[in-house]
């Protein structure tokens, strides 16, 4: 079987099917003998890695592509897959991911993230979405840049438009006729959490921005500091998370067609650190 590392965007899934292709070929191959080809003393060199119990250093990935025999596109390629994994730096982590995902449309790589993520990473999606349960909806760039706020362009309206088609969030049949559809975002665990970020940070930008932009009967605002013990924390969270079923709730019942896409954040963070964190 040939193994394409296009194919992966976990560098430890693909490490591991190549060592069981490897295995394959030879079966005197081994985990020790791998682990002797890196220079390392330990025999679970290999299974650390792939299991997360460790991460390739920088010297270590240098060594390993030349042994995984990589071209230099599919070395680049994998230096993205550990920045993905490794990066503590969001935005570093966010340029992999759109590396990444370009060099698989490129190799022709089958289709396993890419939608879900550009969804929730580009904050007109779901607000395009929402627009599409409006009476008067119509799926083309010129609508949707005619009534969006803020205003987009073409090219993402059309982008946006294609991401829910791909989702079967927006379908259309032979004769042009669309309907729209719950559709489905799943991402692989690596790239979730980057696309929920960057959900946040869009959606956090358009709240700034929207304290200016709309007169204070369009938008709601409010914010409370508290003094919280430790014990409450849990409490407080599934009460906001049952005050957003409630909004939910509310929004899909009524009865009227919706008229306008609206954002609702809710938030809690800490301004201090804890008297447990003093004492550990």
């Known amino acids: 079987m040939l193994l394409s590392i296009y194919d992966f965007i976990d560098y430890r899934e693909y490490l591991n099917d190549w060592f069981d292709a490897k295995k394959k070929e030879n079966k005197r191959f081994s985990h020790r ?106 799926p083309k760039p010129e609508w949707i840049i005619e009534h969006l706020r803020p205003k987009i362009t073409i090219k993402e309206a059309k982008e946006a438009l294609q991401i829910l088609e791909d989702l079967e969030m927006l379908q259309f049949d032979a004769n042009g006729n669309w309907e729209l559809n719950d559709g489905s975002i799943a991402t692989p665990m690596q790239v979730s959490g980057l696309a929920v970020h960057n959900y946040h940070h869009e959606m956090l930008r358009l709240a700034r921005e929207g304290i200016s932009r709309f007169e204070p009967d369009k938008r709601h605002f409010m914010a409370l500091t508290v003094g919280v013990p430790e014990k409450l924390i849990p409490q407080l969270k599934q009460e906001l998370n049952d005050m957003a079923t409630r909004l939910l709730d509310l929004c899909d019942s009524a009865v009227e067609s919706p008229q306008r896409a609206f954002q609702i954040n809710l938030h809690f963070f800490p301004l201090s650190d804890s008297l447990m964190e003093k004492e550990s």
């Not at 030349?66 to 680049?76: C, D, P």
């Not at 990473?121 to 119509?138: H, K, N, Q, T, V």
Request: charged content about 35%; aromatic content about 10%.
């Open 33 to 138: 003998m791998f682990s002797r080809l890196m220079s390392q003393k330990s025999p679970s060199f290999l299974k650390d890695i792939v299991h997360g119990r460790r991460n390739l250093t920088l010297e270590q990935q240098e060594k390993l592509t030349k042994i995984l025999k990589l071209s230099a596109s599919e070395r680049r390629y994998f230096s993205d897959m550990t920045l993905l994994d490794h990066s503590d730096d969001p935005d570093e982590r966010d340029r992999a991911f759109e590396r990444i995902a370009a060099a698989r449309r490129l190799n022709g790589a089958r289709k396993i993230d890419g939608e879900s993520y550009r969804y929730l990473s580009r904050w007109y999606c779901p607000a395009i979405r929402e627009l599409g349960r409006r009476a008067d909806f119509e």
